[in-house]
């Protein structure tokens, strides 16, 4: 009875340390994009970003991974993305990151703002995370504003 409380711990603790791990690993992933993101990275986010990716911004607009990219090179160019409120969900092979991202960029040399509350999707291959899906909710700010509007800086 001892030898199976004992195991049933020690299975009980690798089971959470795996959870914190692959949730710590998961954060960091998404750490990473967000930085890429802002240092308008299109290497990095392309690498990060799954070749049949898709998302929808709070405002409807949808698309795939090159238009995600030609975005970025066109009007997405934030200077502060701070994610919080994050939950992970993961089993081998698909995650999922829920949580609150607020961001600022600049248009017109005038300092925009929006927070908005998503959910990414991730798929594992090959030992590596992909984003497959991106999904965005404006909670405040300029998020419901039509990208079509926006120019480069």
Known sequence: MLVIALLGFVIGTCQSNDTTS??????????????????NDTLIVKYYLHKDFLFTLSNGRKGNKDRYLNDMKAWWKPTSMIHYNQLTHADENLAIIMGEVEYTWELGGIEKYSKEQYTDVYIRKNQKFKKIGSHAFCLEGECNRNPDTYTSN
């Open 22 to 39: 692959m949730h710590d690993l998961l954060l960091q992933i998404e750490s990473n994009l967000s930085n890429a993101i802002v240092a």
